[in-house]
Structures are given as C-alpha cells and as structure tokens.
T-cell receptor
Framework: SAVISQKPSRDICQRGTSLTIQCQVD?????MFWYRQQPGQSLTLIAT?????????ESGFVIDKFPISRPNLTFSTLTVSNMSPEDSSIYLC????????????FGEGSWLTVV | GDSVTQMEGPVTLSEEAFLTINCTYT??????LFWYVQYPGEGLQLLLK?????DKGSNKGFEATYRKETTSFHLEKGSVQVSDSAVYFC?????????????FGKGTLLTVNP
C-alpha cells in the first residue's frame, strides 16, 4: 500500500475564495486521482492526474473550477476555485498501485465547508 | 453506463449479529470489485477486493464473493462488533482493463449497538 497525506485536513472557507489541497504520496506513482464526496453522498471522480500530461476531467467538472497540478510522481494539488456552499465536500486524493494488486488507495480526505 | 447498486441503509444491528450488505453491478465486461469502508471522521480504506468471477475477498472477518451469474458482490460478516460501525461502499472498476477508475455505490451506513 501507500501512505497518502492530504493538507488541509479540514477548512472553513468564505464563498468566492479559492483553496488549494495538497496530496503527498510516500512512493512514486504514475496515476493519481481526485474524488469528491458531497455530504451524505457517494464518491464522484473529478479528474485523473498523470505526471507529465494535462489532467483529464470527468463529465461535469472543468479545469477552470478545479485546476490540478502534478509536478512530479509523488505530489499533486487540486484547487477549488470561486467556492460556493455547493462545493462543501470531502475531497479525496487517490493513487493506483500496480505493485499492490492493481488497487486504488485513498488519502484521508480534505473536509471543506464553504460559508 | 457502469453503475453499482447498494442496499439502502441505514442498517442497525446488535453486536454479534450477522451482517449482509447487498451490492450488484452492471455487467459490462469483468471488472474488479471492491468494498471500501469509511469510519466516522476518516477517509476511505480498502476492505477487500476480488478481481475475477468466483474469487472471494476477505479481511477482518468480512467476506464477499464475485458472482458473475448474478452480477453481485455482497458483503458479509458472521459476527459484527461495535467497532464495525462505519459507512461501507461497494465499487467496481469502470471497465475491463481500467480498474484505476472506480464507480461507487451510494454507501450503506452500519451502526452496531452493544
């Protein structure tokens, strides 16, 4: 498995502001992903972030709202831009490990509340 | 498209009761199947997985068997504990060969009372 650390773990944000979430992995991984979990809901994939290429966004998510960086094989950031209360969610970073049986592992999540 | 349907919760059981949480998936190809658990205030943890038909995943007393004929991956535990109280998510790889993208069910909240 991998140790996946996210910062911040929690934050309360003002509407209209932007917040960048960091994800650090303790090993080099090719594929990283960002998921959103809205209150009481399941997880929805936002985008795939592979090092050396532009992030690939799922339907309903756009780069202007959720810009992603992937500068190296152990780190990624997700920015939630121009936040509104509807963006209040848990944002989870995840990685795909082929040397652990082709499995996806998750960070502990960043719990954002927009007021 | 790909989807996962989970038994609606919440589920409330007494300690040492038998647990079943039903999960079915759409049968496009032969995806890997997963159960993740989310304890209160924490992120997701992989509980168990199965990668092909008839495989049984198991961990911490939980089991689930990949049933191709019924497109199911039901989670079971013979005797639950208070510490098993959590939200359980069933998930499938999005498509064959693309198990790095997951489609999740809506989650089932389990509460185990002493």
């Amino acid at each position: 498995s991998a140790v996946i650390s996210q910062k911040p773990s929690r934050d309360i944000c003002q509407r209209g502001t932007s917040l960048t979430i960091q994800c650090q992995v303790d090993s080099q991984v090719t594929m990283m992903f960002w998921y959103r979990q809205q209150p009481g809901q399941s997880l929805t994939l936002i985008a795939t972030a592979n090092q050396g290429s532009e992030a690939t966004y799922e339907s309903g998510f756009v780069i202007d709202k959720f810009p992603i960086s992937r500068p190296n094989l152990t780190f990624s950031t997700l920015t939630v831009s121009n936040m509104s209360p509807e963006d209040s969610s848990i944002y989870l970073c995840s990685v795909y490990l082929t040397d652990s049986g082709n499995t996806i592992y998750f960070g502990e999540g960043s719990w954002l509340t927009v007021v | 498209g790909d989807s996962v349907t989970q038994m609606e919760g919440p589920v409330t059981l007494s300690e040492e009761a038998f647990l079943t949480i039903n999960c079915t998936y759409t049968a496009t190809g032969y995806p890997s199947l997963f159960w993740y658990v989310q304890y209160p205030g924490e992120g997701l943890q992989l509980l168990l997985k199965a990668t092909k038909a008839d495989d049984k995943g198991s961990n911490k007393g939980f089991e689930a068997t990949y049933r191709k004929e019924t497109t199911s991956f039901h989670l079971e535990k013979g005797s639950v504990q208070v510490s098993d109280s959590a939200v359980y998510f069933c998930a499938r790889g999005t498509s064959p060969g693309s198990n790095y993208k997951l489609t999740f069910g809506k989650g089932t909240l389990l509460t185990v009372n002493p």
